[in-house]
Structure formats: structure tokens, C-alpha cells
């Protein structure tokens, strides 16, 4: 169409007859529309297909309307595409923002809510249980045994067990010593080299331990205040250290007996939780359920239990929770306090017909 023409009214265009074009001219034609790379690659791979301009598509569609159609599917390919970046990079920032990986959230517990009665035979039951354990010496107690007799200076040792305490969340004892060890080979049981390492090194050195990428992510982060703050020591109450990124009330707790030697309240975890709920000593107050969450187990436990054995429940638990009291079949048929017990035989009756009613 001979450019002079564009100026024309389009009532008048439709009037106006075109002379056929010679084949030199038909040759120097350019096709009118735009095309996508890959529609113009698949058509020079087809050889029957042509590109005439035309000013009709196939079923009656315009070159403009087609156009107008490519622009807003390469709009909406765009938009997607910076969605799913978006996306990802909201997941990012989630895994370095991180939430706390204890087993439970640091929250005020009622009171009311939970049971503030000495539970019977509890002395009898202690008693029992540490029978059982110094039959068999638990990893935990043995951890702390090496720890205290550590030789480092106390800023660092106080430091080092901080990091040992967050290693240890969801993760076996023997993992969590060796991720340790080769942090100490390594010179990284220090705030400030810490500091000075990258998180993929950190991530490295501490596989397998359980959620290890958080962790070096969280290790850093403390260093860093630690470094700043107090001078590369550690925090030295409950409400400082719980500011801290990743620790909880165990950890916390935890940090204080073995850090400072002071002891604030008991070290809850999940054995702890649940061993204490199968014996009865903590409930919800007028009822036999059970606490819903270590954190008010531990406040419960602290109601009625003396404070000369807030320190010690917890490694003689633990490790009654991983011989004896285990979390799934109990041994209640070698516990020797078993007629103490209200959930004796119980569990690990339920847990054998289960797998009964289970097909092969």
C-alpha cells in the first residue's frame, strides 16, 4: 500500500482499486505483520509454508488484532515469570529469616490452665528411674561431663557451648559431637571467627546435623551479635539469650545451667515432655489430658518439683526416654517402675494391634 494512501480516510480506502503488483515487486514486498522467532524458525524449517503479509489472518482475524494478541501473551509470559521469581525469592528470604527450630515456641503460660499438685509416689518413681539409668550411663550426661571439664578459656567455653546447644536441637548426640569436633578443628568454636567464615563453609563442616543450613545461617547471626553486644561472651539471662536467632526455652535454659552455672528453670524437651506426661506429673488442672507442649510441662514441673532437681531431671530423663521410655513401643515389660506407671503396657499394647490391623 503506497505510503500517500495511510492518509486517506478509511471509508475512502476500501474504494479505491489496487493494481496488481509485478513479480519484482511481489519479490520486494516485506510481510506486513511480526512474528515470533520461533513461529519464523518452525516456518523456515517447513517448506511449504509462506509468509504472505495478507490482510486477513486464517478464520477472519485481523493483523492487528493478531499483534494485539502476541503482545499480551508475551505480557502475561512476563508477568509469570516475575511471579515465580517472586516466589522464590519470598521462599529465600523465609529460609534466611528463619523461625525457631526448637520443638516448641517460647509463650507466657497460664497457670490456671495447668496442674500445680505434687503427683504421688513421684519420689519413688525418681528413684526408680535413676536406678535404671545408672545401669546404663546416657550420652547427654556423658556430653556434659567432657564440657565442663574443658580446658579453653570461659568466654569461649561459655560460647561454645551456646553453639553445641543450638547444634544439638533435632539432632542425635553422636551427630552433634562430631559437627562440634569439626568446628574445634577448624578454630570456629569463636564468635569472631565465625564472624569472618561464609555460611556455605559453616554448612559444610556441621552436616548432617538436622536442619544444618538454618543453623550455619542462625550460627552467624549470633556470632555477630554476641561479637557486638557482649563482646564475643554470651548473654547471661533467659530473656537475652531467648532474643537471640533460633534459640528457645530448652536451649536457653540449657545455655544457663552449663554457660553461667545458674539455674533459671528446667530444660524441657521432647523426652522430658513426654515422659512426664505418660507418669501423670503434669495435666491440665481439674483434668487427666495431658499438657499440650513441652513449655507447659516445664512450667508445671517447676510448681511442685524441688529446684535442686531442675538441673538433673533433665539428662536422667533423657536418657531413660531413649532406653527405656522410647517414644514409639516403650519397654514398660523391663521398666522397673511399671506399677507405678499409668500408661504401663498401654502404648506399646496399642502400637502391637496397629500393626496387626495393618495389611501386608
Not at 543450613?213 to 556470632?223: E, G, P, Y
Not at 524437651?269 to 515422659?275: A, C, P
Request: aromatic fraction near 4%; include cysteine.
Amino acid at each position: 500500500m503506497p505510503p500517500s494512501l495511510f492518509l486517506l480516510p478509511r471509508s475512502l480506502l476500501t474504494r479505491i482499486p489496487f493494481l496488481p503488483l509485478s513479480s519484482r515487486a511481489r519479490a520486494l514486498t516485506m510481510p506486513v505483520t511480526r512474528r515470533p522467532s520461533r513461529s519464523l524458525a518452525s516456518e523456515a524449517r517447513s517448506p511449504d509454508s509462506k509468509l504472505d503479509p495478507g490482510t486477513e489472518c486464517p478464520g477472519g482475524v485481523s493483523d492487528r488484532e493478531k499483534r494485539a494478541h502476541l503482545r499480551k501473551k508475551r505480557v502475561k509470559r512476563i508477568v509469570e515469570v516475575d511471579e515465580k521469581r517472586a516466589k522464590e525469592e519470598a521462599a529465600d528470604r523465609k529460609v534466611c529469616d528463619l523461625i525457631d527450630i526448637e520443638d516448641f515456641a517460647y509463650d507466657k503460660v497460664n497457670l490456671s490452665a495447668i496442674s500445680t499438685d505434687a503427683p504421688a509416689n513421684w519420689e519413688e518413681v525418681l528413684d526408680g528411674i535413676r536406678k535404671m539409668r545408672f545401669a546404663d550411663s546416657a550420652p547427654v550426661e556423658t556430653m556434659r561431663h567432657e564440657k565442663s571439664a574443658s580446658l579453653v578459656p570461659p568466654k569461649e567455653q561459655r560460647f561454645a557451648v551456646l553453639i553445641s546447644s543450638l547444634l544439638s536441637s533435632q539432632t542425635k548426640e553422636a551427630v552433634t559431637t562430631g559437627a562440634v569436633q569439626r568446628l574445634s578443628e577448624k578454630g570456629l568454636l569463636d564468635a569472631d571467627a565465625i564472624v569472618r567464615t561464609d555460611e556455605a563453609t559453616m554448612a559444610s563442616l556441621i552436616y548432617p546435623v538436622g536442619f544444618y543450613l538454618r543453623k550455619a545461617h542462625h550460627m552467624k547471626k549470633v556470632a555477630e551479635i554476641c561479637l557486638e553486644k557482649y563482646g564475643g561472651d554470651i548473654p547471661r539471662s533467659i530473656n537475652e539469650l531467648l532474643a537471640l536467632p533460633g534459640v528457645g526455652p530448652k536451649i536457653a535454659h540449657l545455655v544457663m545451667i552449663m554457660g553461667w552455672n545458674n539455674v533459671q528453670g528446667i530444660c524441657v524437651d521432647t523426652h522430658v515432655h513426654r515422659i512426664c506426661n505418660r507418669l501423670g506429673w503434669v495435666s491440665r488442672r481439674g483434668t487427666r489430658q495431658k499438657t499440650s507442649n513441652p513449655e507447659q510441662t516445664r512450667v508445671s514441673l517447676e510448681t511442685w518439683l524441688p529446684k535442686d532437681l531442675w538441673d538433673p531431671i533433665n539428662p536422667l530423663l533423657v536418657g531413660f526416654g531413649r532406653s527405656v521410655c522410647t517414644p514409639l513401643r516403650p519397654r514398660c515389660g523391663t521398666c522397673i517402675i511399671n506399677h507405678l506407671c499409668p500408661s504401663a503396657f498401654k502404648e506399646a499394647r496399642s502400637s502391637s494391634s496397629k500393626a496387626k490391623r495393618s495389611p501386608n
